[in-house]
């Protein structure tokens, strides 16, 4: 009797273990944040699409705007950029030496950038104004004058 209760309590345990295990499971594979592929550091200025960093307006994608962006200390090559208010904005960065942040301000962008690695986010504008690109990762003097500008018009 005393057994079959342990047995009852133990199989209820590993199924709520399970169920948890699962739930995380799916969250993650769900809601990547940045995906993250693999580069070169050193070859960043060489390599599509960041030889040629900047805004384009792209067709036939989910997004309408892409952003190239490379990050090096202490700064962001496109500086600042301007974009039209709805639009969807693909954000494809990354950077050239050390860890930068990219988080602008009144907005959900908030991304780090680590050497080797390309980081993307895709978000809309929707809102009109000028937002603050600033750096918040520190890496190094000129870190708290890492800083650029995305305008929405
Ligand atoms: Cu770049 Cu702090």
């Not at 809601?31 to 036939?60: M, R, T």
């Not at 602008?104 to 680590?114: C, K, P, Q, Y």
């Not at 003097?141 to 929405?152: C, L, P």
Request: charged fraction near 20%; hydrophobic fraction near 40%.
């Amino acid at each position: 009797r005393y057994e079959k209760w342990w047995l009852t309590l133990g199989t209820g345990s590993l199924i709520i273990f399970l169920i948890i295990l699962g739930i995380s499971a799916f969250h993650q594979g769900h809601q990547p944040p940045s995906a993250k592929a693999y580069i070169n550091p050193e070859q960043v200025d060489v390599i599509a699409p960041f030889d040629k960093p900047g805004l384009k307006k792209v067709e036939g994608k989910e997004w309408d705007y892409e952003l190239v962006l490379v990050a090096s200390t202490f700064l962001y090559n496109p500086g600042e950029v301007e974009v039209p208010k709805g639009s969807r904005l693909k954000i494809i960065a990354t950077t050239k030496d050390v860890i930068h942040g990219f988080e602008v301000a009144g907005t959900n962008i908030n991304m780090m950038l680590e050497p080797g690695y390309i980081s993307e986010y895709t978000t809309t504008l929707d809102k009109t104004g000028e937002f603050l690109v600033v750096c918040n990762e520190y890496c190094g003097v000129g870190h708290h004058t890492m800083k650029s500008m995305i305008k929405v018009v």
